[in-house]
């Protein structure tokens, strides 16, 4: 069984482009996490979707940050405009109905010049 | 902040040698769960140990858990270097599904 898949692997952008990451989930799971991670803060939390539906995106940094998941197996984080503080890791991971163990994703390494 | 704090930071040893790192938290949990990634991949899920629980093992992995102080150990036993890698602790806590990510520990184990 395929992992959790996202696309791109790699995106570099100019300042101001828009840049969307892709992410589709393990067939069954029904929870979709975005993370972001950088060597300054870590791992952190972007949005949660639980059955397809925002639960929390507190972590959301700005208005600049928008994820949507139109169905079950498809996810996208979007960032309108980009800047180059944005530059770091994606992942994406999803759980099961159990909510506990996280299957990540490979992760898309965003880099804004 | 986080949760979760590993320590140390930075853990540098010899293939066949043991490597233990710690996880302290703040809060009361529902479980304690160990990943593992390698430099340029996404986490990995290594082993899961309920509030409820104290120890756990799976393979060379052994996992504590000590509530009343709030931490827990993740002990690797005859270390290989296929696992230099960067651990992480998360915590879920009350009714929140969504974990809690400490730092980290960078493991290097030297052939």
């Known amino acids: 069984d395929a992992g959790v898949i996202q696309s791109p692997r790699h995106e570099v952008t100019e300042m101001g482009q828009e840049v969307t990451l892709r992410c589709k989930p393990i067939?069954?799971?029904?929870?979709l996490f975005w993370y972001r991670q950088t060597m300054m803060r870590g791992l952190e939390l972007l949005i949660y979707?639980?059955?397809?539906?925002?639960?929390?995106d507190s972590g959301m940094p700005e208005d600049r940050f928008s994820a949507k998941m139109p169905n079950a197996s498809f996810s996208t984080l979007k960032i309108q405009p980009s800047e180059p503080r944005d530059s770091a890791v994606y992942f994406c991971?999803?759980?099961?109905?159990?909510?506990?163990?996280?299957?990540f994703g490979p992760g898309t390494r965003l880099l804004v010049l | 902040s986080q949760q979760g704090e590993e320590d140390p930071q930075a853990l540098s040893i010899q293939e066949g040698e043991n490597a233990t790192m710690n996880c302290s938290y703040k809060?009361?949990?529902?479980?304690l769960q160990w990943y593992r990634q390698n430099s340029g991949r996404g986490l990995v899920h290594l082993i899961l140990?309920?509030?409820?629980?104290r120890e756990k093992h799976s393979g060379r992995l052994r996992v504590t858990l000590d509530t009343s102080k709030k931490s827990s150990s993740l002990l690797i036993t005859a270390s290989r270097a296929a696992d230099t890698a960067s651990y992480f602790c998360a915590t879920q806590s009350g009714g929140s599904y969504i974990p809690t990510f400490g730092r980290g520990t960078s493991l290097i184990v030297h052939p």
């Open positions: 991971a999803s759980s099961s109905r159990d909510r506990e163990t996280q299957y």
């Open positions: 809060t009361s949990i529902n479980n």
């Open positions: 979707f639980n059955n397809n539906v925002p639960i929390d």
């Open positions: 140990i309920r509030s409820n629980e």
């Open positions: 067939s069954g799971h029904n929870s």
